[in-house]
């Protein structure tokens, strides 16, 4: 059964703007605390952003100070602002439950298809 959905992504020139969208079910979001995450082609997959059940958040240096991680519980949906967007940000993100530390890349459950962020002049 699909358990999260990630929408919103596209192709963008630098210095542009997404928002990206995670739907999640119900009885994964009341109890954890959510994040997002991404692939680009040949690395590893990476923490990007986390965000608790009461608000607390934190985000990789690498988008520090350039996007934002909110959730609204009532939709059960994490999104993800991204600003200022750069060539390097290109990557398949994904979201996930998560540790507010960002210590780990591992989602506790099975990964959705993700949405494909390109960013290019």
């Known amino acids: 059964q699909v358990q999260l959905v990630e929408s919103g992504g596209g192709l963008v020139q630098p210095g542009g703007s997404l928002r990206l969208s995670c739907a999640a079910s119900r009885s994964i979001f009341s109890i954890h605390t959510m994040g997002w995450y991404r692939q680009a082609p040949g690395k590893q997959r990476e923490f990007v952003a986390a965000?608790?059940?009461?608000?607390?958040?934190n985000y990789a240096d690498s988008v520090k100070g350039r996007f934002t991680i909110s959730r609204d519980n009532a939709k059960t949906t994490v999104y993800l602002q991204m600003n200022s967007l750069k060539p390097e940000d290109t990557a398949v993100y994904y979201c996930?439950?998560?540790?507010?530390?960002?210590?780990?890349?591992?989602?506790?459950?099975?990964w959705g298809q993700g949405t494909q962020v390109t960013v290019s002049s």
């Open positions: 996930n439950s998560a540790r507010i530390s960002g210590s780990s890349a591992r989602g506790l459950y099975p």
């Open positions: 965000v608790t059940n009461v608000g607390m958040t």
